[in-house]
């Protein structure tokens, strides 16, 4: 069963740190490339941030560049978003995502929703003072 679960969300000030974690199970982890994305209320979900199937490559929406890293850790089968320097903007349900890479090239890390094809649950994030 292919599972991807996001945990780490909770509340934060702003300028403050959240890292969230999101774990795969039942996918060939290590071949795909892997996406943050969110929602904000009465928002469409928009992309935050990728990173290739090697970790060489990543990608991060205007928004958050400077402020939030993405990385991998294949052998725990998980990715992760530091998230610093919050801003109330950055309220929204966060969700992970996959797409089969097949281990093809390292420079894909898509930031476009379409491309994914695996979704987590997502988890919450509130900025707020």
């Known amino acids: 069963q292919v599972r991807l679960v996001e945990s780490g969300g909770g509340l934060a000030a702003p300028g403050g740190s959240l890292r969230l974690s999101c774990e795969a199970s039942?996918?060939?982890?290590?071949?795909?490339?892997m996406g943050w994305f969110r929602r904000a209320p009465e928002k469409e979900r928009e992309a935050v941030a990728a990173?290739?199937?090697?970790?060489?490559?990543?990608n991060y929406a205007n928004s958050v560049n400077g402020r939030f890293t993405i990385s991998r850790d294949n052998a725990k089968n998980t990715v992760y978003l530091q998230m610093n320097d919050l801003k109330p903007d950055d309220t929204a349900i966060y969700f992970c995502?996959?797409?089969?890479?097949?281990?093809?090239?390292?420079?894909?890390?898509?930031?476009?929703?379409?491309?994914?094809?695996?979704w987590g649950q997502g988890t919450q994030v509130t900025v707020t003072s």
């Open positions: 995502a996959g797409k089969n890479a097949n281990y093809g090239s390292t420079w894909y890390a898509p930031l476009n929703v379409g491309e994914y094809d695996v």
């Open positions: 039942g996918i060939a982890f290590t071949g795909y490339a």
């Open positions: 990173i290739g199937w090697s970790g060489k490559t990543t």
